[in-house]
C-alpha cells in the first residue's frame, strides 16, 4: 500500500500533455512533486507523457478546463490554449473560451484552496508592436477584431482576471510572457517558423523567410 506523503508539493499543471507542458511535469516529476497533468488533448498527445504514466507520482486527466474542475493541489500552472495560429484558428471561439472560461475556472479553484497559481501568457499580447524590443510597460498595439485575435485577446483578458484576482483576493499570481520557443515535442507542423526551418531543412528544400529579411524574433530554447 501507497503511504501519502502530506509534505509532498501537489501541483496541477494544464495543458500539460503539450510540447512546454510535457516538459514542465517532466521537470516536476523529477524533483519529487506529485503531479496532475491535465489535458484535452486537442493538441496535446499521450505520447508526450508516455514515459510518466508509470511514475507513481504523476497522474493524467483528460478534461477540457473550460469546464470548473474540483482538485486539491498546492500549485497551478496553466499552459492550456493551442498556441500555433494554424491551431488556435481551427476553432477560434473554442480557443477564447480556453483562455477566458479556463482562466475563471482554474483562478476560482485556485481561491477556493489557497494554491500558487501561474499563467501561461504570450508575447502575442503586444499584438502587432511598434516597439522594440517590448518592455513590459509597453501595452501593445492589437486588433481586437482579426483572424489571430481569438488567441491574442483570449491571453490579454486571462491576464486581466489574474490581476484582479490578485487585486481583488490578493491570490498569489504569476503571469509569464512566453516568447517563440522550439525544442523536443514541438508539433512539426504548427506553421511557427522554426518548425518550419527545421521540417525544410530534414526535406532538403529551400528555406522560407518571409519578407525582406530584416524583421526580427525573439527565441526561447525549451531545455531541461
Known amino acids: 500500500m501507497k503511504i501519502k506523503n ?8 494544464t495543458g500539460g500533455a503539450g510540447f ?6 517532466e521537470r516536476l516529476v523529477s524533483e519529487g512533486s506529485e503531479v496532475l497533468c ?14 510518466l ?27 492550456a490554449c493551442p498556441a500555433s495560429p494554424v491551431h488556435y484558428q481551427f476553432d477560434p471561439v473554442q480557443t477564447t473560451k480556453t483562455s477566458v472560461h479556463g482562466a475563471i475556472n ?13 499563467q501561461a501568457s504570450t508575447s502575442e499580447v503586444y499584438g502587432d508592436p511598434d516597439v522594440h524590443p517590448q518592455p513590459e510597460t509597453y501595452w501593445g498595439r492589437v486588433n481586437p477584431i ?3 485575435s481569438c488567441y491574442d485577446e483570449g491571453k490579454r483578458c486571462a491576464e486581466t482576471l489574474f490581476f ?30 522554426v ?24 527565441f526561447c530554447m525549451w531545455m531541461i
Open 146 to 148: 482579426g483572424p489571430r
Open 6 to 13: 502530506f509534505n509532498t508539493r501537489r501541483v496541477l499543471i
Open 53 to 79: 504514466l508509470n511514475k507513481p507520482n504523476f497522474e493524467f486527466i483528460r478534461h477540457d478546463i473550460t469546464f470548473p474542475l474540483y482538485l486539491e493541489v498546492d500549485e497551478i500552472y496553466n499552459l
Open 195 to 218: 518548425s518550419n526551418f527545421i521540417v525544410q531543412a530534414l526535406k532538403n528544400r529551400d528555406i522560407t523567410v518571409f519578407g525582406d529579411g530584416t524583421q526580427t524574433r525573439s
Open 106 to 118: 482554474m483562478l476560482g479553484l485556485a481561491k477556493r484552496i489557497k494554491a500558487k497559481i501561474l
Open 38 to 51: 491535465v489535458d484535452n488533448c486537442f493538441t496535446g498527445t499521450r505520447q508526450n507523457i508516455f514515459h
Open 164 to 193: 484582479d484576482y490578485y487585486r481583488q483576493h490578493n491570490l498569489k499570481i504569476k503571469v509569464v510572457r512566453i516568447f517563440n520557443t522550439y525544442g523536443t515535442r514541438m508539433h512539426p507542423n504548427d506553421g511557427r517558423v
Open 20 to 25: 512546454l507542458g510535457s516538459h514542465l511535469c
